[in-house]
């Protein structure tokens, strides 16, 4: 079973993390704004009423929709989903039905989704770059078929 405070210890380890000062969030700068990438779920307990924070659940970023699929339908006991989330790639998780290792796991790879690629190790991409033709090399054409 895992706690907020393993959530926070665990997210604030991360490099660039931060702590929203408003409410249980943790988001990383990327291009000049904060990426959230866990936050607590704000739950609609009464019809149009203001949702409410639930502190036995959290959300948490997903690279995208078939990955959240994926964890939902593979251990519906941990993972869920609501309307408010549909089409968006992130799931719900009960912080009751995780170990801490699996924790460390979702958080680590949702701060991977909404890092800067400086901060997650990821090459940038090189431009293409064409092989000159010297003057030497032949091209050579190949024989158009025509299509019946």
Not at 2 to 26: C, G, K, M, N, Y
Not at 39 to 53: A, D, I, L, S
Not at 56 to 63: F, H, S
């Amino acid at each position: 079973m895992a706690t907020r405070a393993d959530v926070r210890r665990i997210a604030l380890s991360l490099p660039a993390a931060e702590e929203a000062s408003d409410h249980f969030a943790f988001s990383v700068p990327r291009n000049g704004k904060l990426k959230g990438f866990v936050w607590v779920w704000m739950e609609r307990v009464t019809p149009k009423k203001p949702r409410v924070p639930n502190p036995g659940v959290i959300a948490v970023r997903v690279a995208n929709l078939g990955q959240k699929d994926l964890l939902l339908t593979a251990e519906p006991a941990k993972f869920f989903t609501e309307p408010h989330y549909d089409g968006f790639p992130a799931v719900l998780v009960r912080l009751e039905a995780v170990s801490v290792a699996d924790l460390k796991m979702l958080i680590a790879e949702a701060w991977r989704c909404q890092a800067p690629a400086n901060l997650v190790g990821v090459p940038k991409k090189r431009a293409a770059t064409k092989r000159p033709v010297s003057g030497g090399e032949k091209t050579t054409k190949r024989p158009r078929r025509d299509l019946p």
